[in-house]
Structures are given as structure tokens and as C-alpha cells.
Nanobody
Framework: QVQLVESGGGLVQAGGSLRLSCAAS????????MGWFRQAPGKEREFVAA????????YYADSVKGRFTISRDNAKNTVYLQMNSLKPDDTAVYYC?????????????????WGQGTQVTVSS
């Protein structure tokens, strides 16, 4: 089992910034990818960003490119999401996912474990 704990969410004004963290613990594999997804009320969970084990490859949804940055610290088994220039449309619960296998990073089905989520609210 792998446990994921997100933190860093909160209320911020439009144009502001937040940094989310996701710490993994338990039986983590030596080579795993991590992703961030978000879910707004009444909507499906959508892909935000992903990063491979070595951090040599990162992937972003078009809606966040240029504003969000995903990174990781493997020594701490932690992945981060730096969110800048936030917009009200970014309001959602943000989830991190752990992927030990393969498959398209943007699909929720390829992730083995999920955190409990952290709320991000952007006011206009």
C-alpha cells in the first residue's frame, strides 16, 4: 500500500499563487511517476500535470501551461505543484496520483493510488 498526503491548498485571490505538496509513504516502488488532477463541483476529475521518476519529462494540460510547474524531490518522496497566476476557473479539489506502471499520464485509470485531495479556491 502507498499513502499519499496532499497539502498547501487554500483560498487565494485571482492572480495569486499557491504551492501544493504531495508526500508518498509506504511501499513505494523505486521508479514511479506522479500526477496532479483536479475536480470541480459537478465535473469529472481532469488532468493537470504529471512528472516521471527522473523529472526529465513533465506534462501539462493546456489550461495550465505557462502558469503551473510540477516538480519532485525523490529523497523526500514528494511531488510539488507550483501554481501561479491563478484564475477562478482553477477552483477545485486537487488530487495527486501515484503511477507504478505505464500508460497515458492524463488518464486517471493508470494511477494506482490517490490522495484525499486539497481544496483550492480562487476568488475573483
Amino acid at each position: 500500500q502507498v499513502q499519499l498526503v496532499e497539502s498547501g491548498g487554500g483560498l487565494v485571490q485571482a492572480g495569486g499563487s499557491l504551492r501544493l505538496s504531495c508526500a508518498a509513504s509506504g511501499r513505494t516502488f523505486s521508479n514511479f511517476a506522479m500526477g496532479w488532477f483536479r475536480q470541480a463541483p459537478g465535473k469529472e476529475r481532469e488532468f493537470v500535470a504529471a512528472i516521471n521518476w527522473s523529472a526529465s519529462s513533465t506534462y501539462y494540460a493546456d489550461s495550465v501551461k505557462g502558469r503551473f510547474t510540477i516538480s519532485r524531490d525523490n529523497a523526500k518522496n514528494t511531488v510539488y505543484l507550483q501554481m501561479n497566476s491563478l484564475k477562478p476557473d482553477d477552483t477545485a479539489v486537487y488530487y495527486c496520483g501515484y503511477r507504478s506502471g505505464s500508460g497515458n499520464y492524463a488518464y486517471t485509470s493508470v494511477y494506482d493510488y490517490w490522495g484525499q485531495g486539497t481544496q483550492v479556491t480562487v476568488s475573483s
